[in-house]
Protein backbone atom coordinates (compact mmCIF):
# COMPACT_ATOMS: atom_id res chain seq x y z
CA UNK A 1 0.00 0.00 0.00
CA UNK A 2 1.33 3.12 -1.19
CA UNK A 3 1.81 6.10 1.24
CA UNK A 4 -0.65 9.00 0.94
CA UNK A 5 1.36 12.08 0.62
CA UNK A 6 0.25 15.00 -0.78
CA UNK A 7 1.64 14.75 -4.15
CA UNK A 8 -1.11 11.60 -4.42
CA UNK A 9 -3.99 12.90 -3.32
CA UNK A 10 -3.63 15.75 -5.29
CA UNK A 11 -3.15 13.57 -8.36
CA UNK A 12 -6.36 11.45 -7.33
CA UNK A 13 -7.81 15.03 -7.15
CA UNK A 14 -7.05 16.12 -10.56
CA UNK A 15 -7.46 12.94 -11.93
CA UNK A 16 -11.24 12.74 -10.98
CA UNK A 17 -11.98 16.44 -11.54
CA UNK A 18 -10.99 15.50 -15.42
CA UNK A 19 -12.74 12.02 -15.51
CA UNK A 20 -15.79 13.90 -14.25
CA UNK A 21 -15.39 16.96 -16.83
CA UNK A 22 -14.65 14.30 -19.39
CA UNK A 23 -17.86 12.52 -18.75
CA UNK A 24 -19.87 14.98 -18.68
CA UNK A 25 -18.36 16.07 -22.02
CA UNK A 26 -20.01 12.42 -22.90
CA UNK A 27 -23.61 12.92 -22.11
CA UNK A 28 -26.75 12.70 -23.99
CA UNK A 29 -27.05 16.15 -23.85
CA UNK A 30 -24.13 16.97 -25.30
CA UNK A 31 -23.28 14.76 -27.88
CA UNK A 32 -25.95 16.24 -30.41
CA UNK A 33 -24.00 19.42 -30.16
CA UNK A 34 -20.97 17.72 -30.72
CA UNK A 35 -20.92 16.28 -34.33
CA UNK A 36 -17.93 16.88 -36.04
CA UNK A 37 -15.65 19.29 -34.63
CA UNK A 38 -17.85 20.90 -32.48
CA UNK A 39 -17.08 22.79 -29.71
CA UNK A 40 -16.33 19.93 -27.18
CA UNK A 41 -14.24 18.52 -29.63
CA UNK A 42 -10.75 20.22 -28.49
CA UNK A 43 -11.64 20.49 -24.95
CA UNK A 44 -12.01 16.64 -25.12
CA UNK A 45 -8.26 16.48 -25.98
CA UNK A 46 -7.06 18.29 -22.86
CA UNK A 47 -9.26 16.70 -20.67
CA UNK A 48 -7.55 13.28 -22.27
CA UNK A 49 -4.33 14.92 -21.73
CA UNK A 50 -4.60 16.30 -18.04
CA UNK A 51 -5.53 12.27 -17.18
CA UNK A 52 -2.89 11.07 -18.85
CA UNK A 53 -0.37 13.57 -16.71
CA UNK A 54 -2.94 13.18 -13.47
CA UNK A 55 -1.62 9.22 -14.13
CA UNK A 56 1.36 10.31 -14.65
CA UNK A 57 1.51 12.07 -11.40
CA UNK A 58 -0.20 9.03 -9.42
CA UNK A 59 1.98 6.56 -10.41
CA UNK A 60 5.41 9.09 -9.66
CA UNK A 61 4.31 9.61 -6.46
CA UNK A 62 3.69 6.03 -6.06
CA UNK A 63 6.94 4.19 -7.33
CA UNK A 64 9.68 7.24 -6.09
CA UNK A 65 8.33 7.10 -2.53
CA UNK A 66 11.34 8.15 -1.34
CA UNK A 67 11.61 11.75 -3.56
CA UNK A 68 10.82 15.10 -1.29
CA UNK A 69 8.50 16.92 -3.20
CA UNK A 70 7.02 20.45 -2.34
CA UNK A 71 3.71 20.39 -0.76
CA UNK A 72 0.79 21.03 -3.55
CA UNK A 73 -0.55 24.42 -3.65
CA UNK A 74 -4.39 23.60 -2.46
CA UNK A 75 -5.39 27.30 -2.30
CA UNK A 76 -4.46 27.81 -5.83
CA UNK A 77 -6.18 24.44 -6.78
CA UNK A 78 -9.37 25.67 -5.37
CA UNK A 79 -8.60 29.46 -6.42
CA UNK A 80 -8.11 27.80 -10.09
CA UNK A 81 -11.50 25.75 -9.66
CA UNK A 82 -13.32 28.48 -8.67
CA UNK A 83 -11.90 31.00 -11.62
CA UNK A 84 -13.05 28.05 -14.23
CA UNK A 85 -16.80 28.32 -12.63
CA UNK A 86 -16.44 31.95 -12.97
CA UNK A 87 -15.33 32.18 -16.39
CA UNK A 88 -17.81 29.45 -17.66
CA UNK A 89 -20.55 31.33 -16.14
CA UNK A 90 -19.84 34.64 -17.66
CA UNK A 91 -18.39 33.75 -21.16
CA UNK A 92 -21.92 33.73 -22.67
CA UNK A 93 -22.91 36.83 -20.65
CA UNK A 94 -19.45 38.94 -21.35
CA UNK A 95 -18.15 37.36 -24.25
CA UNK A 96 -15.13 34.76 -25.35
CA UNK A 97 -12.13 38.21 -25.79
CA UNK A 98 -12.67 39.92 -22.39
CA UNK A 99 -13.22 36.51 -19.99
CA UNK A 100 -9.86 34.83 -21.34
CA UNK A 101 -7.74 37.95 -21.16
CA UNK A 102 -8.97 38.29 -17.43
CA UNK A 103 -8.68 35.04 -16.74
CA UNK A 104 -5.27 34.58 -18.64
CA UNK A 105 -4.04 37.08 -15.69
CA UNK A 106 -5.75 35.59 -12.68
CA UNK A 107 -5.12 31.95 -13.35
CA UNK A 108 -1.42 32.21 -13.25
CA UNK A 109 -1.53 34.88 -11.02
CA UNK A 110 -3.94 33.13 -8.30
CA UNK A 111 -1.31 29.87 -8.64
CA UNK A 112 1.85 32.62 -7.62
CA UNK A 113 3.35 33.68 -10.81
CA UNK A 114 3.34 37.54 -11.07
CA UNK A 115 5.60 39.03 -13.69
CA UNK A 116 2.66 40.95 -15.11
CA UNK A 117 6.05 41.94 -18.08
CA UNK A 118 4.91 38.56 -18.81
CA UNK A 119 1.39 37.63 -18.24
CA UNK A 120 0.39 40.42 -20.18
CA UNK A 121 1.52 40.01 -23.62
CA UNK A 122 0.61 36.51 -22.66
CA UNK A 123 -2.73 37.11 -22.07
CA UNK A 124 -3.14 39.32 -25.20
CA UNK A 125 -1.85 36.86 -27.48
CA UNK A 126 -3.31 33.88 -26.20
CA UNK A 127 -6.35 35.34 -25.97
CA UNK A 128 -6.42 36.76 -29.86
CA UNK A 129 -5.15 33.53 -31.34
CA UNK A 130 -7.20 31.17 -29.54
CA UNK A 131 -9.89 33.58 -30.95
CA UNK A 132 -8.31 33.96 -34.32
CA UNK A 133 -7.94 30.36 -34.90
CA UNK A 134 -11.53 29.25 -33.48
CA UNK A 135 -13.50 31.84 -35.14
CA UNK A 136 -11.42 32.01 -38.40
CA UNK A 137 -9.87 28.87 -39.12
CA UNK A 138 -11.72 26.33 -37.48
CA UNK A 139 -15.24 28.15 -38.00
CA UNK A 140 -15.88 27.14 -34.64
CA UNK A 141 -17.87 30.41 -33.09
CA UNK A 142 -16.85 31.33 -29.62
CA UNK A 143 -19.32 33.89 -27.78
CA UNK A 144 -19.18 37.14 -29.19
CA UNK A 145 -19.22 40.41 -27.14
CA UNK A 146 -23.11 41.25 -26.70
CA UNK A 147 -22.03 45.41 -27.03
CA UNK A 148 -20.39 45.15 -30.28
CA UNK A 149 -21.82 42.58 -31.85
Not at 20 to 36: C, I
Not at 53 to 70: P, T
Amino acid sequence: MPKITGRLLFSVVMFSIGAFLLAYSYTTANVAAAAQFGPQFFPRILLWTWLVLALAMMAESILLKGRKYKEQNWKGLFASIGLTALACTLMPIVGFLPISLTFMLAYPWALGYRRSTVLIPLSIIFSFATWYIFNEILLIPLPEIPWLA
